[in-house]
């Protein structure tokens, strides 16, 4: 990873909005926090890839950033 370029910085304030939504979800289960979570999710995803197509992650680490935040929050218990 490259940890001090620009693309890195956004991956990982991209990752901090994902799971402020989903402690905001998990906290008050209204339709508006599920929506924002799930639009999160799917941004998510979007990102992993943008980083990993300017070669800031691998596609290892792309990979393992899928299965955890992506995948992981798609097939949790909350829908």
Request: glycine fraction near 4%; aromatic fraction near 14%; hydrophobic fraction near 35%.
């Amino acid at each position: 990873m490259k940890t001090n370029s620009e693309g890195y910085r956004f991956l990982q304030e991209e990752i901090a909005a994902l799971n402020t939504a989903k402690e905001t979800y998990l906290k008050n289960r209204t339709m508006n926090n599920r929506i924002e979570f799930k639009l999160q999710i799917m941004n998510i995803y979007s990102v992993i890839n943008s980083v990993w197509c300017d070669r800031v992650i691998s596609q290892e680490e792309a990979d393992e950033l899928r299965n955890e935040y992506y995948w992981g929050n798609l097939n949790g218990e909350f829908f």
